[in-house]
């Protein structure tokens, strides 16, 4: 079975430049969640959809950012105009609907997440 | 969200047991307490999760004492390539409490 699957692996822009990061996620799994990594910190979440369905986006900066999963498969998160602190590690992660598992939290599977440098 | 409390670092050396202990005093009754792996350049991946006692599965076990304010993340004769960072989360899957990260713990395993 295919991950989460982002691309691109790699970007490098100047700062005030728009930028945007693609995620698949696991076929099946609803639930998608858009995170934040700086070095040496944990993943921060900017957004969680439920199918097409952005039901916690608190975190996510929206004078700049934006993000959309319009037929409630894959997404895309933007950036315009990026700054010089976004520069992180942009992850993506997908899950099954809540409580499909069994489990009181649901298992998260992470992409390899997109490293984007802002000059 | 419940906050969680995990040492910054620790060094071990191959072929020991690794307990990695998380503090989560605000708990809150339906929060399950989960643990991710990070190697470097990839995204975390779930490990184990648990809500009271002992759980076990073929990477690790976790233990909860009845008060639930810590839990031990319990790696048995960890190799070179455990070397990651390990996160600790509380929370419940419904949206009112969300899983956050924390700052994790690198672990480093030494030959």
């Known amino acids: 079975e295919a991950g989460v699957v982002q691309s691109p692996r790699y970007k490098i822009i100047e700062k005030k430049q728009p930028v945007a990061f693609w995620c698949n996620p696991i076929?099946?799994?609803?639930?998608l969640y858009w995170y934040l990594q700086n070095l040496g910190q944990g993943p921060e979440l900017l957004i969680r959809?439920?199918?097409?369905?952005?039901?916690?986006d608190s975190q996510l900066p929206k004078d700049r950012f934006s993000a959309e999963r319009l037929k409630g498969v894959d997404s895309t998160l933007k950036i315009q105009p990026a700054e010089l602190g976004d520069s992180a590690v942009y992850l993506c992660?997908?899950?099954?609907?809540?409580?499909?598992?069994?489990?009181?939290?649901?298992?998260?599977?992470f992409g390899p997440g997109t490293r984007l440098t802002v000059l | 969200l419940a906050k969680t409390t995990q040492p910054i670092s620790m060094d071990s050396y191959e072929g020991q047991e690794v307990n990695i202990t998380c503090s989560h005093n605000?708990?809150?009754?339906?929060?399950?307490i989960t643990w991710y792996q990070q190697f470097p350049s990839q995204g975390p991946r779930f490990i184990i999760q648990?809500?009271?006692t002992k759980v076990t599965n073929e990477v690790a076990s976790l233990f909860i004492p009845a008060d639930r304010k810590s839990s031990t993340l319990s790696l048995p004769r960890v190799s070179l390539s455990d070397t990651a960072v390990y996160y600790c989360?509380?929370?419940?899957?419904?949206?009112?409490?969300?899983?956050?990260f924390g700052s994790g713990t690198q672990l480093t395993v030494l030959p």
């Open positions: 992660a997908s899950s099954l609907p809540p409580g499909t598992s069994g489990r009181g939290a649901d298992t998260q599977y």
């Open positions: 959809y439920e199918n097409e369905e952005a039901v916690d």
């Open positions: 076929s099946g799994h609803n639930t």
């Open positions: 648990g809500y009271k």
């Open positions: 605000n708990i809150a009754t339906n929060d399950y």
């Open positions: 989360l509380v929370g419940y899957f419904d949206s009112a409490r969300q899983l956050t």
